[in-house]
Structure formats: structure tokens, C-alpha cells
């Protein structure tokens, strides 16, 4: 997964990506800096001739022609940089970095979208994209543009006015460079601890994220209300706050006090200059023009020449950050088969799949072979952890397997197109939304082309038990749940929505992954026994810890520890006293 840039090729991309992005602006940036890389060394002529004019002019009794001649230039030279930074301080920031912002966060949006699904479950691949959406939120890559063209204009700038003062007194030169250079090497060291640092501190980023979500998430703020860890998981949050502020604010105390050694030296630099430049107009070797003037071309030379340096000490930080961005772009797409399916007519067949998530050691499917044969009704059963819900991902073609293979009506699952199928699949996951959109958008959302279908949706409330609730609610457009003043429904209400959506869209698969296992199991039953009902020319994988369905079911597969421990009807599991037997007596009482 890992591949690194150099500089150079991170300059490339991000010239690329900014110029396509936003080309009027990226090109004026560029014009401007590139203009004003000449204004120090050009003020610093057009002085030395108006300080010479005006000393002429006030000794000598001149004439003042040639005042007005230089300051007309130094007038002028000032007013062109002016309108330029003016017009282009708008692009810049209007385009260079709003429009660009938001067009490397769509990108990573883009990217996101096209993440085989396994990839969510590999820490790496969150922790780069962590990385990745810092380096958008905090604009490195237009910072990198930015700071390569004020590079660029710097550098410039160094030359031009290093030509001007070996012009005037060759020895203005080494004390002018040697009092900046301590900001390229304070600028490098750190600047590399600070990427390092940020790079360690991705996972704690990303629990403050996790910890500061919960206290927005109304479920986990009533529970934590109710049970009293409410102040736990604050602390929890303050700590860790603490801890990432804790080593930024080292970082940036250490880096403060090189700056501050560099200031002291850019300082005592300077001065040493202006004593020099004064020791030569003394002797006469320069005039008093050439000495003012090249008091303010040390200045400016020294401001280029500092952020030429810091500009280039940063770059390290900004590319390693630049290069998270670009890894994460890099990384492998899902990959789609070409294989278009027109209806799963005989079925889906599992053989000898065996899957292990990334990053983790052992295998959470061992060795499963099975057959869902069309129109066939699957309970999946197990207790927590035994590998339902992994095998439900790879029935749906979401993660691929890691040994064996997944065919249906024959296509293996890695040559198949995955819209081709989803268009005869649907689900009802565990961890189902309750969408405060309207109910007919919380029904139908599922099978747009009969969102305005108000017979057909009526008839779905109707068959999943919700004809009490339309009739609360009054009508199909009306709002539900409460973050927008909308009607607040029960969890069983949102669990029978969930599964009248999962019904809703025209499918010849469906597999519901426990969305009732937070209800008793004498509702739960029953809402299954109605979808049943609903879904009786459809195939159907039910997956469930409880055997309450079981009875009903074509075949039960129970599982146990990744593996399929028995397979059969209730019956044929009944006799054989094994796994299902002791699961259906410890659950018995619940079902009379
Ligand atoms: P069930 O649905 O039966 O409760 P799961 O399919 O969720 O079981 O989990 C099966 C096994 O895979 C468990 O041991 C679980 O810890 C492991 N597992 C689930 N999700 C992940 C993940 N994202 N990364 C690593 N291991 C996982």
C-alpha cells in the first residue's frame, strides 16, 4: 500500500490538481508572485537614484527633474505591486483556497465512494484517510502551491538583491545570507517532528472524533444520562485532549524557540550590515544614496531570503502531509466485474469460503459450503461472535472472500457487476437508519421509481403492520423522527419501517441481518412470521441468535465459530441433539 513521492512529483500533482481546479486563479497567483520577485531588488535602484536626486537637489542646488523622475518610478513601481497583490489576495483566497478545498474534499469524497467496503474495516486505511482529510481541511496542498510560487518569487527576489548589494559592496553579501540560513535548518528538523507526530497522532485524532460523537448521538447521550457514564466518557475525551494538545504544544514551544534563535540572528545580522554599509559611506567608497538604498535592499533581501528558507524547511512537513493525501487517492478501487445478471433464477452457492478481516489474525468463516436456492427461506443462527453477519457481507458480494468462491446463477462473485445484482438484492442490516426524512421517503427511498407510488407504499405500510401508524402520523409526506419536529416512532415502529424499506424494493433476494434482535422475542417472531408472509416469492437469509423463526424455515445453518456447525430443517436438527437442539431448549420458554 505504501508508496512515497518525492518533492518533486508531490509539486507536480499539486500544480496539476490546482491548475485544473482552478486555473484563472492558479495562473494569476503565479503572475503576481512572479511580478513582485522583482519589486526589492528593482526599489532598491529606484531609491539609491531618488536618495542621490533628493541629496543633489538639497546640497548641490540640482535641478528636480530628476526627483520627479525617480519618485514618479518609486510611486509608480509601489502602485502596480499594490493593484496586483489587491487583485490577486481575491483570487487567492476565493480561488486558490476556498474552491480548491473544496474540490480536494470532493475528491476524497469521490475516492471514498469507490473504497472496496472491506477497506472501512482495515485501520490503516482509516488512519490514511484521517490523514488525508486533515491535509484537505487544513489546505497543505494550496499551501504547497501557494508557498511554491512565493518560493519561486523569493528566490527571486534573493538573487536580484544579492546582484544589487555585490553591485554596491561585495561584502554585504555573506552577512546577509549567513544571518538566514538558521531558519532552514530550525524549519527542517521541525518541521519533520511535526509530520511525525501528527502521523502518531491519527488513532487518538480519531477517538476525540469517536468520543465527541457520542455526546451528539441522542441513543448513546439518554443511555449515558440514564447510567451514569456520561462524566466517564467526558474525561475519557479530556484526557486524550489533553494528551494531543500536550505534544503539539511541546512541538510548538520547541519550535518556538528556534524561531526565536533565528530572529535573534536575522537581528544582530542585520545590524552588522547597516555598521558595515555606514563604515563604507564613511570612506566614501559608496554614496549617501547607495547607503540608504542598500539598507532597504538588505531588508527586503533578508525577508525574501527568510521565507525562501522557511518555505523550503516547510516543504518536507507539507509533502509528507501532501503525500498521505495522494496515498490515500492511490489506493486500489473496488474492483467491478462485467458480468451483467438479469435475475437470480437458480441461486447462490458457497463453497469452501473461508474469510479473514484485514489486520486480523484468525479467520472469522472457516471452510463454509452452502446453497441458497431461489425462493428458499435461511435462518442463519449463532450466538454473538460466531460469524453471522460476516457471512451475510460476503452473501451480498460486499467483502470478498478470502479462500473459496461465491457464485451466482453461476457467476463467480469477482466477475459479476455489482449494480447488475444489487438491482435483484436488498437488505435489512443490523445496524439499520431511521431516517428523519418523511415516511414515504423512509419507505419507498429504496426503489425510487415509485417514490410517488401512494398506493403501492400505503400497501406496504399496510402489510408490515403500519397501518395505525400512517393513520397517527396522517399522511405519507409528514415527518418522522424528531430532529426536524417530526413524529418520534418506537424502535419496533422503525424496526417494521426498516424491514417494509428492505421489502419495498422489487427484489428476488433479501436477507435481514437481526434488525428485530432488540425486541422480545414473542414480537420479534411476529414481525418475522409478517415478513415472511410478504416475502414468500422472494428467497430470503435470515439471520438470527434465536430460534424462534426456525420452525418456519426451509433450512437452518447454525453456525459456530466461523464454521457451519449443522445444517438442516428444525426437525432434522431436533433429532440429531446436537448444537441447534441445545440452542432451541435454553430458548424454548421464551416462545410460549
Ligand atoms: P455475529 O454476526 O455472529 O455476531 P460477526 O460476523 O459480527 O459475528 O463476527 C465474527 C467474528 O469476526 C468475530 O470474532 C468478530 O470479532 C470478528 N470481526 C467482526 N468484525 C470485524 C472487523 N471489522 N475486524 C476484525 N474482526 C472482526
Redesign the pocket.
Known sequence: MKKKYNVLQILTKVYGSTLKAVPFSGILGILNYLVQGMFPAVTALISAGLFDAAYLLTREGDTLTCVIFYGSLFVGTYAVVYILQFISSITINAGIYERCTSYYHMMLSEKAAKLPLISF?DTEVLNLQSRAKDCAEREILSQIYMSSTVFITSGISVISTISVLAFYNIWLVPVSIFSVLPYVVARVLRGKEFYLLKKAQAKKARRLEYLWGLFHNKQAVKEMRVMGFGEYLAQKWTETRDEVNEELWQQNMKDGKSMLLCDTLKIAGYGLSVLLALLYAVKGDISIGVFGACITAFKAMQEAAKSFLIDLGNMPEKTAFANDYFEFLDLPEDRNGTVRIDGIKQGVVLSHVSFA?PN?DGY?LKNISFTIHKGEKIVVL??????????SKIILNMYPPSQGEVRYDGVLSSEIDKSSLYTYVSVVPQNFVSYSLTIRENIAISDLAHLQDDSLIKQSLVSSGLQSLLNEVGGLDEQLGREFGGKELSGGQWQKIAIARGLFKTSELIILDEPTSALDPLLETEILQQFLEIARDKTAVI?SHRVGLCKMADKIIV?KD?RICEMGTHYDLIRKDGEYRRLYTAQEQWYR
Do not use: Q
Not at 449463532?382 to 457471512?391: D, H, I, Y
Open positions: 474495516e478481516y486480523s472469522a449463532g450466538v454473538n461472535g460466531s460469524g453471522k453477519t460476516t457471512l439471520i453456525m466461523g
